[in-house]
């Protein structure tokens, strides 16, 4: 059974800088999709960033498109999320989460999703 863990999360004044990674234990046949969602108190899954099953092709949404940039170690199975310049509107539990069929840019449901890290952005 695949787990996912994020960490990393955490609170920081608006224009800091947090480094979210989230690992990835357990058996698989084949590798998937892997993205970034958030929930913001109140809001609905907001999807964030995407990286394809190579680890090559990232995608990101428009509101955070320029400050954040997801990363994959496929050697040690981890995902990452480097996010620069912070808003107080990126305040929201993370997510990291999986898709099996490649389809993850854009999407809000995924096969598997990790139990979260809190992100909290002061202005």
């Known amino acids: 059974q695949v787990q996912l863990v994020e960490s990393g999360g955490g609170s920081v004044q608006s224009g800091g800088s947090l480094r979210l990674s989230c690992v990835m234990s357990g058996r698989w046949f084949s590798r998937p999709c892997m993205s970034w969602v958030r929930q913001a108190p109140g809001k609905g899954l907001e999807w964030v960033a995407s990286?394809?099953?190579?680890?090559?092709?990232?995608s990101y949404s428009d509101s955070v498109k320029g400050r954040f940039t997801i990363s994959q170690d496929n050697t040690e199975n981890t995902l990452y999320l480097q996010m620069n310049s912070l808003k107080p509107d990126d305040t929201a539990m993370y997510y990291c989460?999986?898709?099996?069929?490649?389809?993850?840019?854009?999407?809000?449901?995924?096969?598997?999703r990790g139990q979260g890290t809190q992100v909290t952005v002061s202005s």
């Open positions: 989460a999986l898709r099996w069929d490649d389809g993850c840019h854009g999407a809000t449901f995924h096969s598997l």
């Open positions: 990286i394809n099953s190579a680890g090559k092709i990232p």
